[in-house]
């Protein structure tokens, strides 16, 4: 002991060694209570290490949706389909009505024709199609083209359409536009096409007077309908007949407007009216000439009344979808509605009767009950039915002849 304390050597290094132990006894202490401070009710001291400060949650990015340089151009038609001849003038909602001649025109060029091929798909909300051309893959509710080819501007060689008669005498009136031409599976088109059944409620009501020249129309749906026309003749004989007829631009939703029936008025201009929404030039004179009959003056049945209108694209969208792969860049769309408001309780024309014998259900529109016959519980020998005189397309779905009775109520062939 007496050693130690001589030897300085030996104090300097215990000196030194007990500066390093508390210099290291100090920062352990220091850093086991950093950033946790003691609650001063309890004395606890938490004995977590702190931690790092949390960096912002980066939200992720949404590319932008891609569209392909071409639009697309689709007009068709819901036609009425009287399945109950019970029904009278406007308190009959068409509850089972045809989708006719939607067609769909693709137009690539004017953006240069860098689309070379797309794929199609229309979808029924409640319903199915029937017939497609070219033809497509029926599944269900769903109708698809897969992999169409765009040829664009090239000219379109004419070939036999025997396979699809109910397209055959309409085919140069659906080619004769500015579209691209289309190419599926050995079938070249400058449109697809497709029919089909579905449920669609008319909830625009007419009651018109033609003594007092005036219709009371009614919009009940919660949409405004466009281009509105009443076609009224209630007279049987067909060729010196009067004819009346009243337009509206708009129908609000909601509202009733009483509109004024002229007598030989000008008809309505489709194809100015499809001009308006966006069409081209002879995709609106196509229309034209194929719906300008059936909408205005529709048969050669001596007595008729017909409402026509025009629905919303937003309220097609709810019915049939249009779906495209790639999607295109603007979808132009429209559907038009023609019903028969056709008067019966008037006790004159070609449906009256006096007894049982006189009435039979009859296809009225000429087809076949293998193609899409329009059954209607009618007076046959008041009928004056010029089928060869009748631009009639049928359908390929088979309506049999209706198995209730068709007899004579009060002077009026009805359904029993």
Same mark, same amino acid.
């Given at each position: 002991?007496?050693?130690?304390? !001589?030897?300085?050597? &030996? =104090?300097?290094?215990?000196?030194?060694?007990?500066?390093?132990?508390?210099?290291?006894? %100090? $920062?352990?202490?220091?850093?086991?209570?950093?950033?946790?401070?003691?609650?001063?009710?309890?004395?606890?001291?938490?004995?977590?290490?702190?931690?790092?400060?949390?960096?912002?949650?980066?939200?992720?990015?949404?590319?932008?949706?891609?569209?392909?340089?071409?639009?697309?151009?689709?007009?068709?038609?819901?036609?009425?389909?009287?399945? !109950?001849?019970?029904? &009278? =003038?406007?308190?009959?909602?068409?509850?089972?009505?045809?989708?006719?001649?939607?067609? %769909? $025109?693709?137009?690539?060029?004017?953006?240069?024709?860098?689309?070379?091929?797309?794929?199609?798909?229309?979808?029924?909300?409640d319903g199915r199609p029937t017939i497609t051309y070219p033809e497509a893959q029926l599944v269900g509710s769903k109708a698809e083209w897969k992999n169409v080819k765009i040829l664009g501007e090239k000219k379109l060689i004419s070939r036999a359409t025997k396979s699809l008669v109910p397209l055959e005498s309409i085919l140069s009136d659906l080619n004769d536009v500015e579209a691209d031409l289309l190419s599926?599976?050995?079938?070249?088109?400058?449109?697809?096409?497709y029919e089909g059944e579905m449920k669609f409620y008319n909830n625009v009501k007419v009651d018109y007077d033609i003594k007092s020249m005036k219709a009371k129309v009614t919009n009940n749906f919660n949409c405004d309908v466009y281009d509105v026309t009443?076609?009224?003749?209630?007279?049987?004989?067909?060729?010196?007949?009067?004819?009346?007829?009243?337009?509206?631009?708009?129908?609000?939703?909601?509202?009733?407007?009483?509109?004024?029936?002229?007598?030989?008025?000008?008809?309505?201009?489709?194809?100015?009216?499809?001009?308006?929404?966006?069409?081209?030039?002879?995709?609106s004179e196509a229309f034209q000439r194929l719906w300008q009959g059936p909408f205005f003056y529709p048969t050669n049945l001596g007595k008729f009344a017909k409402l026509s209108y025009r629905i919303p694209q937003a309220e097609v969208e709810k019915l049939i979808k249009l779906e495209f792969d790639p999607e295109p860049k603007k979808k132009l769309r429209t559907l038009w509605v023609v019903v028969d408001i056709e008067d019966k309780k008037s006790g004159t024309g070609p449906k009256d009767c006096i007894s049982d014998a006189d009435c039979a259900w009859v296809s009225t529109n000429c087809c076949p009950e293998n193609a899409g016959a329009y059954w209607e519980c009618v007076n046959p020998s008041k009928l004056k039915l010029n089928c060869s005189a009748i631009r009639q397309m049928c359908l390929q779905v088979i309506r049999p002849k209706p198995e209730t009775a068709c007899v004579c109520k009060e002077g009026i062939c009805t359904a029993s």
């Open positions: 002991m007496a050693s130690l304390k !001589n030897n300085p050597r &030996i =104090l300097g290094i215990f000196a030194l060694a007990f500066i390093l132990l508390s210099i290291v006894a %100090v $920062y352990f202490l220091m850093h086991i209570n950093e950033g946790a401070p003691i609650d001063d009710d309890s004395g606890y001291v938490p004995t977590t290490s702190p931690q790092p400060p949390t960096t912002p949650r980066q939200t992720p990015t949404i590319a932008p949706r891609q569209f392909a340089d071409y639009e697309v151009h689709e007009w068709g038609v819901i036609a009425g389909c009287d399945n !109950n001849t019970s029904w &009278i =003038l406007t308190s009959r909602p068409e509850e089972v009505l045809i989708v006719k001649q939607p067609v %769909v $025109y693709i137009h690539s060029s004017k953006y240069g024709g860098k689309v070379e091929s797309f794929s199609a798909r229309a979808v029924f909300a599926y599976n050995g079938t070249d088109a400058r449109f697809l096409f009443i076609s009224v003749k209630e007279d049987p004989n067909f060729i010196s007949g009067k004819y009346f007829l009243g337009s509206l631009d708009v129908l609000p939703a909601g509202k009733s407007i009483e509109v004024k029936l002229a007598e030989t008025p000008n008809y309505p201009d489709l194809n100015a009216k499809m001009l308006s929404i966006g069409f081209t030039e002879k995709e």
